[in-house]
C-alpha cells in the first residue's frame, strides 16, 4: 500500500488531461516511434503514469505504480491497467530519447493557455527549488576525512538550500530546477535543471529570454535576494 491519498476530483483532472488534444497528439507521435516486437503496454498508459507521477509529486516509478494500483479510479483514468515498474523506467528513458516531442507538447499547452488567457506569463516570479538525487551523495571519504571526489550520481554536486518549513537549510546533494512561473496562475513558463552547485542569479536572464522567445509579453519579474549576486 502506497499511502498516498488521492483527492476525489483528482482521477477526473488526469483524464481529461489525457483526453486534451495536445496530449492527444503527443500520444500519437509516440505511437509512430514504436519498432516491431511485444506490443507493450498501451502508450496512453504509459503518458498517464508520467502524469499522475509529476501530478502527486511522487519522487520514484515504485511508488507511482503503487498508488496506481491501490487506486481503480487511476486506473481507469489510464485506461484501465497499471503498467509495471520497469515499464515506467523503460518509459521513462523513451521520453528522454524523444525530448523533442515533449518539448513540442509542452509549446502546445502554452500556446493554448496564453491564447484562452491573455495575460498568461505577462507577471512572473523567478526562482529555484531544490532536486535531491537518489546516489550516494556522501560529501566525504570518512568521519573528518578528505572530500569524496567520485559519486555514484556523476552528474549531480552538492550545492547549498534553504530552510523550508521543518526542514533544516544546508549542503544537499543533487540538482536545481530553475523556473519562470507565472504569478497569476502558478503555471511555468520557462526552466532549466543544473547541478546543485549552480548560483541562480545565473540563469535569470536565460529564463525571460527562454519565456520571450516562447511569444510571452513579459511586463515583470520578481525575483528573490539570491538574485543579487
Known amino acids: 500500500m502506497d499511502g498516498t491519498k488521492v483527492p476525489p476530483r483528482s482521477a477526473g483532472a488526469l483524464a481529461g488531461i489525457l483526453g486534451s488534444p495536445e496530449i492527444g497528439r503527443l500520444i500519437a507521435e509516440l505511437e509512430e516511434t514504436r519498432w516491431t516486437g511485444r506490443p507493450g503496454y ?7 503514469m508520467a502524469l499522475a507521477k509529476s ?5 520514484t ?5 503503487a498508488l496506481v494500483r491501490e487506486h481503480a479510479a487511476l486506473r481507469e483514468a489510464i485506461g484501465g491497467e497499471c503498467p509495471s515498474v520497469y515499464a515506467a523506467y523503460r518509459f521513462a528513458a523513451k521520453l528522454r530519447a524523444y525530448s523533442d516531442l515533449l518539448d513540442a507538447c509542452i509549446a502546445r ?4 493557455l496564453r491564447s484562452e488567457n491573455p495575460d498568461f506569463g505577462r507577471d512572473l516570479a523567478i ?7 537518489y546516489a550516494n551523495g556522501q560529501r566525504y571519504v570518512s568521519k573528518g576525512g578528505r572530500e569524496r571526489e567520485r559519486f555514484s550520481d556523476p552528474d549531480a554536486s552538492w550545492g547549498h538550500r ?3 518549513s521543518t526542514r533544516k537549510g544546508g549542503g544537499f546533494y543533487g540538482y536545481k530546477v530553475h523556473a519562470a512561473v507565472c504569478a497569476r496562475t502558478d503555471l511555468p513558463i520557462a526552466w532549466q535543471v543544473e547541478t ?4 541562480e542569479s545565473s540563469f535569470a536572464t536565460a529564463l525571460l529570454d527562454a519565456a520571450k522567445d516562447r511569444g510571452f509579453a513579459v511586463e515583470t519579474a520578481a525575483l528573490d535576494m539570491g538574485y543579487e549576486h
Open 61 to 65: 516509478w515504485t511508488r507511482t505504480v
Open 109 to 112: 499547452v502554452l500556446d493554448r
Open 42 to 48: 498501451p502508450l496512453r498508459a504509459m503518458v498517464g
Open 162 to 164: 534553504s530552510a523550508v
Open 196 to 199: 546543485a552547485r549552480a548560483h
Open 127 to 133: 526562482d529555484a527549488s531544490d532536486l535531491p538525487a
Open 55 to 59: 501530478l502527486y509529486s511522487i519522487p
